[in-house]
């Protein structure tokens, strides 16, 4: 039986959209709802009035300035309904017209001064987002509150201290992520002397619904990882914004590095083992129950993690067909560039590959993620290691992830570093990474960042778009086949999803260091960055480029673009 | 003449002895300075270990900074920067001699700098347990300094301690008047009323650890004197030894 060729074609198809089809929708429509785009962290919209067809038609539409210029805009605004919540790093929250940039209201907060002695955090004030839900805004502050705002008033509704600030030294810098009727917020200190957790409040009363610490206490399941007292200031800060799966009910976050960063004599009970489940759970993708917060899996991504390579990152869930079988998936990029595919019902392994060219920290991957020659900082004598694990081979700058290509698209760095590991006694709240160093660049190198589109399960890179200096913002795909980013001399720009060809470019005036998104309101689609650089690495990366890194602007301005209205 | 040179050479071997001892104790300062500064300054995302360029702080090797930049710079922080000033944090002999590493850097001899700093709080052993009890990170939300303040560490949802109890009975009798029962739909609950305005209400929910401050329209909001909620609920997460270490912290702290 010879079967007709247009049917085989539909076969083929129908196959080939199985392989990539999502059964989650982690697409955004009109509304950017979560800091992620949706739960599932895809940063991709289904809207395709802006395309390749015309994207070279993008004009702003408005401009926004918060007035805070020393710094760097490092938030993704979160659109709902035509309103849009910009925050700022000093806890400032505008509610602007989507569509004209008008101010409905706008809260402000005391700002932080650590000059004075008032406030005492490490890394500064800098916030990445509010979430939105429930007709609030949810917002962690500088000085480690959290706070619920009434979102068409701007009105305070209630707020709830996360921590003692001035002992832990922590604050959130991530968005919360809001699950049913709780908002989950993590919050730095994995290189202080600090115990990380992730704390979940009732939106509605801001009453605590639970707390889940990284580092287990004793008596506690994985607290037997740690040599003495070291899980007391263990580290695993959970500083950026975790996914949630409705289906499973299950919250995915990435975890921090252990602490000492670079020096774990106190804190690993035996150097020679350290293949798996050393210093739990840090540098670990953790799923939880969200209703209750108790740990339902975990996979250690950098068991005894020596080189600052957090799992802190966004934890992007999708589905595929393997080997002919459905499974839910989550992809999540170590700190270090290594990249975990993992089945999300279980936690079981997959699949890792390496996204960065320049790689010393490792000779390989071998069976179930395992890293194979590891290179680590011997105490006291400096060691160059590759990656940096200050920038890492991709910062906390989110990745994008289209259901329609089924592609990846990240911004890597190929950065090395110096690092001089020494032991440290821990003072609780203070700075404890065990060491410190510099970073510099890899020899003979015509570039040193480039916006990779990969194949999520086989890391397979189908193109590559390469940039001579660094790429430290977010990236944004759309139904338009379109890639967003943005560059630190200003200039924020579109690319082909399909070819990686660029098609646009708009110089904004100040580095980008944020994260664009995108939205409709009335039928027409905006899309928005935040601009200005600046935050602890902006900075040092710029101290590698001295000609170029002198023009890397700092500010505070979100810049909205949209189509002409005379659009054909 | 013979006198002269013998006075001359006991001058000169005298102030020979002093400028040893001098650079000596120069060497110390600077090698403590050294210290506090890899443990301090050189510590992760700051800056490099050599002072060098590549860290997140700013380079401080020859730089061109004069004394009294760097003193006030590592004493009080710079504004609008993450730079902290480490005047409270840092024991004042270590934040001179940090100081005077610095100044090294920057190819200034740094004696005798004398950097002002309120005087140290001398705990006696009993008190420094009941600091780190009252703060104690281990206990989550069941510890003092979820609700209380105390020479700038806490959370200051309690108005701030005037006088210290005597005994660690009297702590547990403390009364508590200011606590009413708000009444917001069906739900009642223990609260500090902060403002009951024409408006707006304001007062800490203490259903539970940690308080939540609530700003509620006052027309939905009914709150009368009196509650179930009692301090002792909270101190009896302490023995009696523990909350009497906390009573010496609270002793030399609070005049």
């Not at chain 1, 999540?332 to 699949?351: A, P, Q």
């Not at chain 1, 890194?549 to 054909?568: C, H, M, Q, Y």
């Not at chain 2, 590493?101 to 002002?116: D, Q």
């Amino acid at each position: 039986m010879r079967i007709p060729y247009s049917i085989l074609v539909a076969v083929l198809l129908c196959l080939q959209a199985a392989q990539a089809a999502d059964a989650v929708d982690g697409a955004t429509h009109d509304n950017w709802q979560h800091y992620g785009g949706t739960q599932m962290a895809w940063r991709y919209s289904a809207l395709d009035q802006v395309n390749t067809a015309n994207v070279a038609r993008l004009k702003p539409e408005w401009i926004f300035q918060t007035g805070e210029y020393t710094d760097a805009l490092q938030t993704t605004p979160i659109v709902v309904d035509g309103v849009l919540y910009l925050s700022t790093n000093n806890s400032q929250v505008f509610a602007l017209d989507a569509a004209t940039g008008d101010l409905r209201w706008h809260y402000e907060y005391p700002p932080l001064d650590l000059a004075s002695g008032a406030n005492y955090v490490l890394f500064g004030a800098i916030n990445r987002g509010v979430a939105v839900a429930d007709g609030k805004v949810f917002l962690g502050t500088h000085d480690n509150y959290m706070v619920a705002l009434d979102a068409k008033s701007g009105q305070e509704l209630w707020k709830v201290n996360i921590d003692n600030a001035k002992q832990c030294g922590c604050a959130p810098r991530g968005a919360p992520l809001v699950v049913n009727d709780i908002v989950i917020i993590g919050g730095t200190g994995g290189d202080g002397a600090h115990r990380g957790y992730l704390t979940a409040f009732n939106i509605h009363t801001g009453r605590l619904a639970w707390r889940w610490y990284t580092v287990p206490a004793e008596g506690e399941k994985g607290n037997e990882t740690w040599k003495g007292d070291s899980w007391k200031y263990g580290g695993g800060a959970n500083w950026m914004t975790g996914s949630y799966d409705p289906e499973l009910n299950l919250v995915y976050w990435g975890t921090g590095n252990a602490a000492s960063d670079f020096y774990a004599g106190d804190r690993v009970i035996d150097p020679t083992q350290v293949e798996r489940d050393v210093n739990l759970y840090t540098a670990s993708i953790v799923a939880l129950d969200a209703t209750t917060g108790k740990l339902k899996w975990h996979y250690q991504e950098i068991p005894n993690d020596v080189w600052d390579f957090d799992s802190a990152y966004e934890v992007i869930l999708f589905d595929r067909v393997i080997d002919g079988k459905a499974r839910k998936l989550l992809v999540h990029m170590n700190k270090s560039g290594m990249t975990f595919v993992l089945d999300r019902v279980t936690g079981e392994y997959i699949n890792a590959y390496l996204a960065n060219e320049v790689v010393t920290f490792i000779t390989g991957i071998g069976e179930n993620g395992k890293l194979l020659g590891r290179h680590e900082p011997i105490p006291g004598q400096p060691t160059d290691i590759c990656p940096s694990g200050f920038l890492g081979g991709k910062s906390w700058n989110q990745m994008a992830y289209s259901p329609v290509s089924g592609l990846l698209y990240a911004p890597m760095i190929e950065v090395c570093m110096t690092v001089t590991a020494m032991r440290q006694e821990p003072q609780p709240g203070a700075f404890f990474a065990g060491g410190g160093g510099n970073i510099f660049l890899p020899k003979d190198r015509e570039y040193y960042a480039h916006l990779d589109a990969i194949d999520p399960v086989s890391g397979k890179v189908k193109w590559r778009y390469p940039y001579p200096t660094i790429l430290l913002a977010s990236v944004l795909a759309t139904a338009g086949d379109l890639v967003f980013s943005g560059k630190p001399d200003g200039d924020f720009f579109a690319l082909d999803a399909t070819t990686g060809k660029e098609l646009w470019r708009y110089q904004t005036g100040a580095g980008n260091r944020g994260s664009a998104i995108t939205y409709a309101v009335n039928g027409r689609q905006y899309i928005a960055t935040a601009t200005g650089w600046g935050s602890i690495i902006g900075p040092m990366a710029a101290s590698l480029f001295p000609e170029e890194g002198k023009n890397w602007r700092s500010g505070s301005t979100l810049i909205v673009f949209a189509l002409p209205e005379d659009r054909p | 003449m013979k006198n002269l040179f013998r006075g001359v050479a006991i001058a000169s071997c005298l102030l020979t002895s002093l400028l040893t001892s001098q650079a000596e104790a120069q060497d110390e300062i600077l090698a403590t300075g050294k210290r506090v500064y890899l443990n301090t300054c050189a510590t992760g995302y700051c800056h490099t270990p050599d002072g060098g360029a590549g860290g997140g702080g700013a380079r401080l090797t020859a730089r061109g900074f004069d004394l009294d930049y760097i003193t006030r710079t590592v004493s009080f922080g710079l504004h609008e920067t993450r730079m902290l000033g480490f005047a409270t944090t840092l024991p004042a002999e270590e934040l001179q001699a940090v100081i005077a590493y610095v100044a090294s850097l920057n190819g200034i001899a740094a004696n005798g700098i004398v950097v002002a700093t309120k005087p140290p709080v001398t705990l006696s052993p009993a008190a420094e347990r009941g600091k780190t009890l009252l703060h104690d990170p281990l206990r989550g939300f069941n510890r003092c300094a979820t609700c209380h303040e105390i020479a700038g560490s806490g959370v200051p949802v309690a108005d701030p301690i005037v006088t210290v109890p005597a005994s660690t009975r009297d702590l547990k009798r403390l009364k508590t008047a200011k606590v009413a029962t708000v009444r917001i739909g069906k739900e009642r609950m223990p609260g500090l009323v902060l403002n009951q305005g024409a408006v707006r209400s304001l007062f800490y929910d203490l259903t539970s650890t940690p308080p939540v401050r609530r700003n509620v329209e006052t027309a939905t909001v009914e709150i009368k004197p009196g509650s179930r909620w009692r301090h002792s609920d909270f101190t009896r997460v302490y023995n009696d030894t523990e909350l009497e270490e906390i009573l010496e912290y609270l002793r030399a702290q609070i005049p």
